[in-house]
């Protein structure tokens, strides 16, 4: 079995119908809420991509290895093809959400929102946006992956005080964006709210607005390469479950 082979299969298996069934559903819901001028923005349709990358990415690691490792196909070749499918998976996603939100409005995707401060407009806009989104799809893509892979390769103990931690994180921030929004709100907190917001979005989507886009593409960029050579390295010693 080739990479070229392989990548045909994952897309067939993996990817395609789940594909369909997502951006089905959100090209139904975005176009009735336009239709019907109901309030809400195409940027959804953006986050809720990295969303199901970051899930997509969670599923691609178990069934596969031991399918290919049946199959008498090397670590490297299973690596080399996961990389190359998240490129494909990430660019078409990239140009398709781009693509619908610059038709209905090009001032409402995520990029613009980010970095509207640069009045990037025309091709420039739905080139850097479709870049900028290309880099972000990758990133989430390749965390869903490290993170199934390093669930996969650790032990059972590991797992839970990971899962623990996880939580606590998810619960902390939770906890944190109530009480500076509640703050913001009765005019309590307000420069920490502020402060807050600046480091979420940070967190979130790297976005380093007083820099420009290049360098949340660079981090987004970073991130992905670091993770890639850790897996990378996992991959080569993990050894086959039942």
């Given at each position: 079995?080739?990479?070229?082979?392989?990548?045909?299969?994952?897309?067939?298996?993996?990817?395609?119908?789940?594909?369909?069934?997502?951006?089905?559903?959100?090209?139904?819901?975005?176009?009735?809420?336009?239709?019907?001028?109901?309030?809400?923005?195409?940027?959804?349709?953006?986050?809720?991509?990295?969303?199901?990358?970051?899930?997509?990415?969670?599923?691609?690691?178990?069934?596969?290895?031991?399918?290919?490792?049946?199959?008498?196909?090397?670590?490297?070749?299973?690596?080399?093809?996961?990389?190359?499918?998240?490129?494909?998976?990430?660019?078409?996603?990239?140009?398709?959400?781009?693509?619908?939100?610059?038709?209905?409005?090009?001032?409402?995707?995520?990029?613009?929102?980010?970095?509207?401060?640069?009045?990037?407009?025309?091709?420039?806009?739905?080139?850097?946006?479709?870049?900028?989104?290309?880099?972000?799809?990758v990133m989430f893509f390749t965390i869903g992956y490290f993170i199934t892979l390093f669930?996969?390769?650790?032990?059972?103990?590991?797992?839970?005080?990971?899962?623990?931690?996880?939580?606590?994180?998810?619960?902390?921030?939770?906890?944190?964006?109530?009480?500076?929004?509640?703050?913001?709100?009765?005019?309590?907190?307000?420069?920490?709210?502020?402060?807050?917001?600046?480091?979420?979005?940070?967190?979130?989507?790297?976005?380093?607005?007083?820099?420009?886009?290049?360098?949340?593409?660079?981090?987004?960029?970073?991130?992905?390469?670091?993770?890639?050579?850790?897996?990378?390295?996992?991959?080569?010693?993990?050894?086959?479950?039942?």
């Open positions: 079995m080739n990479i070229k082979t392989m990548i045909k299969y994952q897309l067939n298996k993996d990817v395609k119908k789940p594909l369909a069934a997502f951006y089905g559903i959100i090209f139904i819901v975005l176009t009735i809420m336009k239709i019907s001028s109901v309030i809400g923005s195409v940027s959804i349709m953006e986050y809720l991509s990295m969303g199901f990358l970051f899930v997509l990415g969670l599923n691609s690691f178990k069934n596969n290895f031991k399918f290919y490792q049946a199959n008498a196909v090397s670590r490297k070749e299973q690596h080399m093809g996961f990389i190359i499918l998240v490129l494909i998976v990430s660019l078409v996603m990239a140009i398709i959400d781009n693509s619908y939100g610059f038709i209905f409005s090009a001032h409402d995707s995520v990029f613009y929102n980010l970095f509207a401060p640069y009045h990037y407009n025309g091709i420039s806009l739905y080139c850097l946006s479709v870049l900028w989104s290309f880099c972000m799809h669930y996969y390769t650790v032990r059972k103990t590991t797992k839970i005080v990971g899962s623990i931690g996880l939580s606590i994180i998810v619960i902390g921030y939770a906890a944190m964006e109530y009480c500076y929004k509640f703050g913001y709100q009765h005019n309590n907190f307000g420069d920490s709210y502020n402060r807050f917001g600046h480091w979420r979005q940070l967190v979130i989507t790297f976005n380093c607005s007083s820099y420009g886009p290049y360098t949340s593409i660079i981090c987004a960029l970073l991130v992905t390469l670091i993770l890639t050579v850790i897996t990378n390295s996992m991959i080569k010693k993990v050894a086959l479950k039942k």
